[in-house]
């Protein structure tokens, strides 16, 4: 009776060596889903960078326009020739796009789409910055030449003073807002620096009632250093006695 050969257990079914090329299909596997997976993130990057710098683009040109509406200056920045060229280069890359020859993935990596956004973000810090600027040259535009001058603090006028102390500190404050506020920025100066030509219109006519040596004393008082003693006459002390008027003035001996 012929024994028949013993079957290689090294290629039956469930054998090491199945077992293995199974593990090597599902490594396969995994490795190709990471390479999409890293793909398709590359992609994603790509499109958001490119999506948002866009979308900021559009809004420096809406920034522009709201500013010349206003009638404020602003000179769009010069576009070099290399960002002319990385601007061309992107777009012979977004055309290449459907050509099936080409791998995606490394044309996005590629000196021609990545010197092109990098040009872009370039472009669009220099109109943020070119924006901001316009801005703040109107804010010094409007700044009033008496600023700085005393502001007589008078009972019963005591919103005045606290309006006045209020735009005094929006004209003269340094803007370390955005483009984007910049419009709006400019807008309330505008409103303030008005607000403030009424108000000192208003303590100046206020002021023109009062007797000359009252007049002279608050005009006094409102300073650093207060009123000298020599300026509180009979006439100012009767007045400072009456209806509380003395509180919240300074006064000195000499």
């Known amino acids: 009776m012929t024994e028949e050969p013993r079957a290689d257990p090294c290629v039956r079914p469930g054998s090491l060596v199945e077992r293995a090329n199974q593990t090597l299909l599902t490594l396969a596997d995994r490795a190709d889903r990471k390479r999409t997976e890293a793909e398709l993130a590359t992609i994603a990057t790509a499109c958001n960078r490119a999506e948002t710098l866009t979308a900021s683009l559009k ?7 709201e500013l010349s ?4 200056e602003y ?22 796009a459907s050509n099936p020859d080409r791998d995606l993935t490394e044309r996005l990596r590629g000196g021609a ?8 973000e370039v472009i669009l810090s220099l109109l943020e910055r070119a924006l901001t600027r316009a801005a703040v040259e109107e804010q010094r535009r409007l700044i009033p030449v008496d600023l700085d001058r005393p502001v007589p603090a008078m009972p019963g006028r005591e919103s005045l003073h606290v ?3 209020r735009i005094r500190l929006s004209l003269s404050k340094a803007y370390n807002g ?22 000192r219109t208003e303590i100046d006519r206020i002021l023109a009632e009062f007797p000359s040596e009252i007049k002279a004393f608050l005009e006094a008082a409102t300073g650093g250093s207060g009123a000298p003693w020599s300026l509180v006459t009979p006439a100012v002390r009767e007045w400072l006695d ?7 003035y300074g ?3 000499w």
């Not at 509406?69 to 404020?72: G, H, P």
């Not at 955005?178 to 108000?199: C, H, L």
């Not at 009456?242 to 919240?248: K, R």
């Open 242 to 248: 009456s209806d509380d008027n003395g509180e919240g």
């Open 178 to 199: 955005t483009a984007q506020g910049a419009p709006a920025a400019v807008e309330r100066w505008r409103r303030d620096s008005t607000e403030w030509e009424e108000i």
């Open 75 to 96: 000179s769009r920045p010069a576009i070099s020739p290399s960002a002319r060229n990385t601007i061309a280069n992107l777009r012979r890359a977004a055309t290449e």
């Open 163 to 165: 309006r006045i102390s």
């Open 69 to 72: 509406f206003l009638d404020v």
């Open 251 to 253: 006064v000195r001996k």
């Open 59 to 65: 809004d420096c040109t809406r920034i522009g326009e």
């Open 113 to 120: 789409v990545q010197d092109a956004l990098k040009a872009a």
